[in-house]
């Protein structure tokens, strides 16, 4: 059974960090291709950043140096390092899986920054 468990959310005030984690079960995590997307309220979910399996990482412009993705293969977690957060980043966030022929999501972890 495939599990994607993000954990880490919570209330923060601006300007404030957080650190969310991604923990795998079920899958081949070393060759699976890693996101982090966020949903606002009424809105489609977008991507916050993709960590390719050969380690390259790519950001959507506006978390791109503010946030941190890794991972941490043997531990199967993968990981969204947030710093400078601000009430604009309050949303549900979601890590996904892409694997060859299919993709996987967690349930996602609610952030809320405070002005």
């Known amino acids: 059974q495939v599990q994607l468990v993000e954990s880490g959310g919570g209330l923060v005030q601006a300007g404030g960090s957080l650190r969310l984690a991604c923990e795998a079960s079920?899958?081949?995590?070393?060759?699976?291709?890693i996101a982090w997307h966020r949903q606002f309220p009424g809105k489609q979910r977008e991507l916050v950043a993709q960590i390719y399996t050969d380690g390259a990482i790519r950001y959507s412009d506006s978390v791109k140096g503010r946030f941190t993705a890794s991972r941490d293969n043997a531990k199967k977690t993968a990981y969204l390092q947030m710093n400078s957060l601000k009430p604009e980043d309050t949303a549900v966030y979601y890590c996904?899986?892409?694997?060859?022929?299919?993709?996987?999501w967690g349930q996602g972890t609610q952030v809320t920054v405070s002005s």
């Open positions: 996904y899986a892409q694997m060859i022929s299919t993709g996987y």
């Open positions: 079920g899958i081949a995590f070393n060759i699976a291709a």
